[in-house]
């Protein structure tokens, strides 16, 4: 029998349960190496015949066979399985409807995080386009800056020696000619000291307020009617102050018409209102400290204001709680509030604001009757809204709803119970063209002109203590005088 054979026999006599063998190994009679193996059959007491052997064998290859076959059967299956995890693995998000619903519900609050940071972002690209737009304009503006200075300069180099003249007694008399020369004539002399170059030489020197100048700097003489009137004229602007930073680019100035113990007619507030959380207020005690930029205090508002809206009327400040469509009355020598309220209805934050932006959705003006708010509601569909309001408790006391819409306009102020609409902001040559008077409830169009010096007013109120208009143009401060006609 071969040697393949008998190790063969050998492994199943050894896994049948067989457990001792030998194995010889010696040369046969011609010299060969010949192999002879023994073990003893744990089941047999006689060995079979040869037919028998063999009948085994051909069993036990069978049986391997088979077994392979299963093996490979066994293999071809677990990679089945292994293609079926990948699949599963990989197809994870197409599974059972609780992962789809899952993965949704986490999409779904992706994207309601993602709409106000959109929101935002385009917020602050608007801002900063409007930032690179007036960067540009800088340069231009200090270079008139710097010729203003010059010119200035000038002037009061001018009228330095004018004041020396006059010290020394020096002031020319008028011509000795006989007639009667009444006391408030302005010809009691050569020096007219009624004029626009004294009077600002004047108010340097013995800081007379600019409210009692006789003249405007137009030259056409203020209205002496204490009484209310119709808009008729406004006149050139004259600059009174300029902002120093970027966070002055637009804001809001004011004094009091209804001045309060401690503070005078000539107490000024001013509020820069570029950036997203304003609280200080600045406050000049007088009118050469504004001038020169020497805030006497600054007030920290407890809430954040939003937009150019607010007004001082009675020793209080009012003005628009930022994204919100309250409004707050602060005590400024108590430095407390006294009172809050929602304006109904009221948009607010760049839901209605004037043409040129900046959230003036909410607008308060104070004119010789009261306390105003103007605003525009979902209702009304975008055209202005006017309120009465108590400067107290704040509460509504009548309302008017007009038929101009809010933002075709640059801005609104009140005089004697009329509504006031700049056509725009930016335009050298605007004009005052709509009126609406809430005693008859009549609006009609008007061409007053009105002029934007440094094109880009974004605050015009009206004072009714000084017969004035407040605005701030562009990082400037300024005032218009105007003529009321007779009712």
């Known amino acids: 029998m071969p040697a393949t054979h008998m190790l063969l026999l050998a492994c199943l006599a050894w896994g049948t349960g067989a457990r001792t063998a030998q194995l010889r190994k010696a040369n046969d009679r011609s010299g060969r190496c010949q192999y002879t193996f023994s073990v003893a059959s744990p089941s047999e007491s006689s060995c079979p015949e040869q037919g028998q052997a063999m009948s085994a064998i051909r069993d036990l290859q069978r049986d391997s066979s088979t077994q392979r076959a299963d093996l490979q059967s066994t293999i071809a299956r677990l990679n089945s399985l292994e293609n079926l995890l990948n699949q599963l693995t990989l197809g994870q ?54 010729q203003e200075n010059e010119d200035l300069a000038r002037r009061l180099e001018s009228s330095s020696q004018e004041v020396a003249s006059l010290r020394r007694g020096r002031c020319p008399q008028t011509p000795a000619t006989p007639r009667e020369v009444q006391p408030d004539s302005r010809e009691a002399s050569q020096w007219n000291l009624d004029t626009l170059a004294f009077q600002e030489l004047k ?16 030259g056409r003489p203020r209205s002496d009617d204490n009484g209310c009137g119709e808009l008729v004229w406004v006149g050139e602007p004259v600059t009174l102050r300029t902002a120093e930073t970027i966070t002055g680019k637009y804001g809001v100035w004011m004094r009091d018409p209804r001045p309060a113990f401690p503070y005078t007619r ?61 409004v ?26 004037y043409s040129w932006g900046g959230y003036t959705d909410i607008d308060l003006a104070v004119d010789e009757t009261g306390l105003w708010v103007i605003y525009s509601t979902e209702e009304a569909k975008g055209a202005i809204v006017l309120s009465k309001l108590n400067p107290e408790s704040l509460e509504l006391e009548q309302t008017w709803e007009t038929n101009i819409r809010k933002q075709s306009v640059a801005n ?57 208009l407040f605005a701030w143009d562009n990082f400037n401060m300024v005032t218009y005088d105007i003529k009321l006609s007779k009712m």
């Open 93 to 146: 998000a197409a599974g059972p409807q609780g992962t789809q619903e899952g993965l949704q519900g986490g999409l779904d609050t992706l994207r309601k995080e993602r709409d106000p940071l959109e929101t935002q972002t385009r917020e602050l690209e608007v801002a900063y386009s409007n930032l690179l737009r007036d960067k540009s304009a800088l340069e231009d503006e200090r270079r008139r800056l710097a």
């Open 412 to 468: 609104a102020f009140i005089i004697c119970g009329t509504l006031y609409t700049v056509s725009s902001y930016s335009s050298a040559e605007a004009t005052v063209n709509f009126a609406y008077d809430t005693g008859t409830g009549v609006s009609k169009t008007l061409t007053i002109p009105f002029k934007n010096r440094y094109k880009y007013s974004s605050m015009i109120d009206y004072n009714p203590l000084e017969r004035k």
């Open 328 to 353: 707050i009355r602060y005590e400024l020598n108590t430095e407390a509030v006294k009172a809050e309220k929602d304006i109904p209805g009221a948009g607010y934050h760049g839901q209605f604001p």
């Open 266 to 326: 000539e107490t000024t507030w001013r509020i820069d209102t570029v950036g997203t959380d304003i609280h200080q207020v600045f406050e000049y005690s007088l009118i050469s400290q504004f001038v020169q930029g020497y805030p006497s205090k600054v007030h920290v508002l407890p809430r954040a204001l939003e937009s150019t809206g607010a007004v001082v009327y009675g020793g209080s400040l009012y003005f628009q709680g930022a994204k919100s469509r309250t």
């Open 203 to 218: 108010s340097e020197l013995t800081k007379v307020p600019a409210s009692q100048i006789l003249e405007s700097p137009s």
